[in-house]
């Protein structure tokens, strides 16, 4: 009550809480305006999917799959229409990237994907431990400039979070067209311990993968895109 009532007053004086020091979001939370179909979506029905964590079950589901910063939801959506057992929670803060993933959501009449429209790193701590089978961090803004490193979205705090939500055999799937990145990213996975790190070519996507505009921009650039998934390890191999 008293720390909802410090951190409105900070509000109110347009001042950075703590919280949102923490995690401050660096990202586009919007684009264009958004058409007027898009609107509809955003007014009618985000607020029936929008993912509420103190009512998330992740045991009524055969399983539960999670996309961090899913962009133009494509994959999710993919995702989402060859697996309808499965429930998926998407977060992503960009407004317009939420409204395309809806106008998905519509158009295949998908019925179990949840929709998170904000930073997910707040929404870690709302959610329990082996909540997910399956993370993925797909093209990751880069933050190429040495000084921006940090705040890539793979750290050790991030980490320690998708290690404590992916239950046993759960994986984490990665993928970037910035070798930087995937280099660092195998860095900081193979400095957390947590998971078996992936050995052969990582050239070659998972068999249900599906191509993001994203994805062809970069192909269409030259980039060639890493693949890394990481299981996590069982206890024993801890
Ligand atoms: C380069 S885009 C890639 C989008 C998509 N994954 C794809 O492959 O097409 C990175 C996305 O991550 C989102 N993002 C960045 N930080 C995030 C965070 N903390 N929580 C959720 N999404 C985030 C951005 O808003 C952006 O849409």
Same mark, same amino acid.
């Given at each position: ?18 919280? %949102? ?21 955003? &007014? ?6 929008? /993912? ?21 939801? &494509? ?16 977060? &992503? ?11 998905? *959501? %519509? %158009? ?48 050790? %705090?991030?980490?320690?979070? *998708? ?10 799937? /990665? ?53 890394? *998934? /990481? ?5 024993? &191999?801890?």
């Amino acid at each position: 009550m008293g720390t909802d009532r410090s951190r409105q007053g900070a509000q109110s004086r347009g001042e950075v809480t703590a919280g %949102e020091r923490k995690f401050q979001f660096y990202g586009r939370r919007k684009g264009h305006s958004l058409r007027r179909h898009h609107l509809q979506l955003m &007014e009618t029905l985000l607020p029936r999917l929008r /993912f509420d964590p103190a009512g998330f079950r992740p045991d009524t589901f055969q399983a539960c799959y999670l996309e961090i910063g899913f962009g133009g939801g &494509e994959h999710l959506a993919h995702q989402a229409s060859l697996h309808p057992d499965i429930r998926f929670v998407g977060a &992503e803060p960009f407004i317009n990237g939420v409204a395309k993933l809806l106008a998905l *959501i %519509e %158009e295949k009449g998908l019925q179990n994907v949840r929709v998170f429209d904000n930073d997910v790193r707040p929404l870690f701590a709302a959610l329990p431990d082996a909540s997910f089978s399956r993370i993925y961090l797909l093209y990751p803004d880069p933050w190429p400039k040495v000084r921006h490193h940090k705040r890539r979205f793979v750290s050790q %705090e991030n980490l320690a979070q *998708i290690h404590r939500l992916l239950g046993p055999e759960g994986q984490f799937v /990665f993928a970037s067209d910035i070798t930087d990145y995937a280099d660092w990213a195998l860095d900081h996975v193979r400095q957390h311990g947590g998971f078996t790190m992936p050995d052969g070519d990582d050239s070659v996507p998972p068999a249900d993968w599906l191509e993001t505009r994203y994805e062809e921009k970069a192909k269409a650039a030259g980039r060639r895109s890493r693949y890394l *998934i /990481f299981p996590k390890k069982t206890k024993r &191999e801890m």
